[in-house]
């Protein structure tokens, strides 16, 4: 895990975990962090939103020290376009990446007040008829994957609910499957809201991240009906 950037940090995320920011940005800067989206129900224009947000604060892109994004599971037009505009300026820039998959994003907006040995469970639609589901714990307050991450069908699943597991999931997902899950002693939290601000979390174990390793994890991909690595 990378520690914090010398200079101005750009996070971007085009996952749209919560279906209401396309794509969104957030510079950090020695005076605070300024976050950026898409208008919702617009398609929206990433490099532009990045642009417009480094130029409201002064900075240059030569400037920037550092990039962050999550690498999906997400929205497949965003996540393609975020991860071809980070590789664009990596190569052309060398800038360092830093990178998590969006399921311990989507568990972090979840991690507050979480009782002592109960797990965060990110819940996301896979389509198919599979959920991409994880268990994720923290351990000296960083969140980290028990086993990889699946897509499995919900009575997978259920069958491995725990009382207290906390499910951190979608409104559309809670609407569909909270009853169910309460039943079985978990708890369920909607999450809303999130943006490329989540990225500076010092829960999530950010890893540097290049080339090759900068490939985006669909909701429809083919590795979803495996366990992730």
Excluded: W
Excluded at 58 to 71: F, H, S, V, Y
Excluded at 91 to 112: E, H, T, Y
């Amino acid at each position: 895990m990378q520690g914090p950037a010398e200079g101005p940090v750009l996070a971007l995320c085009g996952s749209n975990l919560t279906g209401d920011a396309p794509f969104s940005c957030c510079l950090s800067l020695p005076s605070g962090q300024f976050t950026a989206t898409s208008p919702i129900g617009s398609r929206g224009d990433l490099a532009a939103l990045a642009a417009d947000l480094c130029a409201a604060h002064g900075i240059k892109p030569a400037e920037l020290a550092q990039l962050r994004i999550d690498l999906g599971p997400g929205s497949y037009t965003g996540l393609r376009v975020a991860i071809t505009f980070v590789r664009f300026v990596q190569r052309f820039a060398a800038v360092p990446v830093l990178a998590c998959d969006s399921l311990l994003l989507l568990a972090d907006a979840g991690a507050a007040g979480l009782a002592a040995g109960a797990s965060l469970r990110p819940l996301l639609d896979a389509r198919r008829g599979v959920l991409h589901c994880a268990t994720v714990r923290c351990e000296a307050g960083v969140l980290g994957h028990v086993g990889g991450p699946a897509a499995l069908p919900f009575d997978r699943i259920a069958k491995s609910i725990a009382a207290g597991d906390r499910f951190v999931t979608t409104q559309e997902l809670e609407q569909r499957l909270g009853g169910e899950l309460r039943q079985r002693g978990a708890e369920v939290f909607v999450a809303r809201g999130i943006t490329a601000a989540g990225l500076f979390s010092p829960r999530l174990p950010m890893q540097r991240c290049d080339g090759q390793e900068l490939e985006p994890r669909y909701l429809m991909g083919t590795y979803a009906d495996e366990p992730l690595a």
